[in-house]
């Protein structure tokens, strides 16, 4: 009996099927395991000839499954490589040991893809793009789309590749001690960034004086932008350690937008334009 | 200016292929893509005839909500609304106040609009989401009878069942009317009034939001935010630009690699090292 092999063109289908229907048809009850059987089906149907054996592997992927979708192609990668090898007869593989794999990487890699990329990678590519947007130019957002989309991509075929051809070994690169310290350098970036982000983008100043002495120079005087900086330490102190969501901390700051308006703290200064053209 | 049924329409088609995790484009192209309010600037500019003035609309939007990270699948503000209403309605508020697109004034109103309409698009995530319910439910059943084939109408065509009466109607419904509504605010909310100095004023401060929810997902222990600290000092007392402050942030990341393989080498007796080539 020949080894049976999961063709090129069916591990190329089960990777744009995830690609694009991750989180399709998304729901809070199984989040994403339909966009997950969508993907394992091509698999399962062309190492399984009969439809009852179908039916048996695909139940494998009923499960709840969650993750950042795109770091988690790789995890489809590995079940792909798994499935291949339970189909020529590895019988250390069953259902359970696929779901605590599966089970096992959704937590890690959500961190990992939620603080990296949706994090730290996007803002950049947004930031630079923000840049080159200055006055109206599109130029910044062809450059997002195309770095983007080209970058991501390639990323999410990689790892649903090398997760194909690693199986189960993939579990240790990803958690491994040499992963996780390549992981917390680059959050180090990332924090680095945000606040050079936070310098750049927000701005908040205040109008209140006493006598002739402007509480925003001196504050400047003292650590240039530094307002600023304490509404974000307090937006991210109030979200990490008092647990409030950020829809709570958005409804706080328009109270305090308020509050700080009637007590003279804050005062826009802004007038419409003279020329209306209606 | 208004917003005619045809780019109302347009709008409304735009906003379900950039609907947020759910969406009609799938994750990479339709909700970090299109999704984003500088990205939905350039076609909400071409439906409307003015992209430069859409992009100027845009920016001060897409500072508010440069970081939205939606952990385990909770939304705070789904962009598809911001992007597809709010830049829309700010443009056409903009234009009928005569306010310079550049303007700070302009920023103001476009912050303090994208922030209300976030919420819509929060219900509009929740509400697909729910939706969405009916769709697995006939495609469990389906299973039942070996009939994989469903799970290709559950991925595809059903949930954009969901995307046209969530999405697609109300985002167009909203710009029809909502532009008509926009040329009575200089009478109904003068700019020297105290709620519209607040109203500018939730403008300024949500971007401090947007960047507590990216410091959050980046920082563990309270001893990271000397980083961040650093950072806002290099770019604001130092004037550097965000890729200067990436390169010198880059430098300290290396530096902060190599120690920590360092450490695993005489942990791991070199160990570490025979998998140099093994990345992620």
Known sequence: ?????????????????????????????????????????????????????????????????????????????ITAGLEESRANGNAEIDDEMINGIRAGLMGPLAGIGDSLIVGTY????????????????????????????????????????????????????????????????????????????????????????????????????????????LFVLLC?????????????????????AFVGVLLGFFDPGLSYGEDLNI | MTISWVQAALLGVMSVLAASTIAALGTT?????????????????????????????????????????????????DLRAVSYIGIPLAYATCKSQGLELDSEAAS?????????????????????AMANLIWQHIGWAELDKNNFKILTSVETWMPVISHIAISFIPVMLINRYGSQAVYTFREALPMDSWYMKALFT???????????????????????????????????????TLIAATAIGAVFALINFQMKLNSLGTKAGGAAAADDEEDI
């Open chain 1, 236 to 256: 991210w102190w109030l979200m990490s350690k008092k647990k409030m969501s950020a829809v709570k901390v958005m409804l706080l700051m328009i109270v305090i």
């Open chain 2, 202 to 240: 939730v403008g300024s401060l949500l971007p401090a939001v947007g960047m507590g929810i990216l410091l959050n997902s980046v920082v563990t222990k309270p001893t990271d935010l000397i980083y961040f600290v650093f950072g806002f000092a290099i770019a604001k007392s130092m004037g550097l």
């Open chain 1, 1 to 77: 009996m020949s080894e049976k092999r999961v063709s090129k063109a069916t591990l190329n289908k089960s990777f744009w099927r995830w690609f694009y229907g991750n989180l399709t048809c998304f729901t809070q009850e199984h989040m994403q395991t339909f966009g997950y059987m969508w993907s394992m089906l091509p698999i399962i149907q062309e190492l399984y000839p009969t439809v009852e054996e179908q039916a048996e592997k695909l139940h494998t992927y009923y499960p709840f499954f969650n993750t950042e979708p795109q770091i988690g192609s790789i995890v489809v990668g």
């Open chain 2, 108 to 128: 103001g109103i476009a912050g303090a609009l994208g922030a209300f309409v976030g919420t819509v698009g929060t219900v509009q995530f929740y509400g697909t």
């Open chain 1, 122 to 229: 996007i803002p950049i590519l947004l930031g630079i793009a923000l840049g080159l947007c200055d006055g109206g130019s599109p130029l910044g957002i062809f450059f997002y789309i195309i770095v983007w989309n080209a970058t991501s991509i390639w990323f999410q075929k990689t790892i649903y590749n090398r997760g194909y051809a690693l199986g189960g070994n993939a579990v240790e690169v990803i958690v491994g001690d040499r992963a996780t310290a390549l992981r917390e350098s680059a959050v180090l970036l990332g924090q680095v960034i945000v606040g050079a982000m936070a310098a750049s983008w927000v701005n908040i100043t205040t109008s209140f004086n006493v006598a002739g002495v402007t509480l925003q120079d001196k504050l400047d005087g003292a650590f240039p932008g530094v307002l600023t900086m």
């Open chain 2, 29 to 77: 192209v339709g909700n970090y893509t299109l999704n984003r309010p500088l990205i939905a600037s350039l076609f909400v500019g071409l439906i409307m005839g003015d992209v430069k003035g859409c992009i100027q609309v845009a920016i001060p939007m897409q500072i508010i909500y440069i970081a939205l990270v939606t952990p385990g699948g909770t939304v705070a503000a």
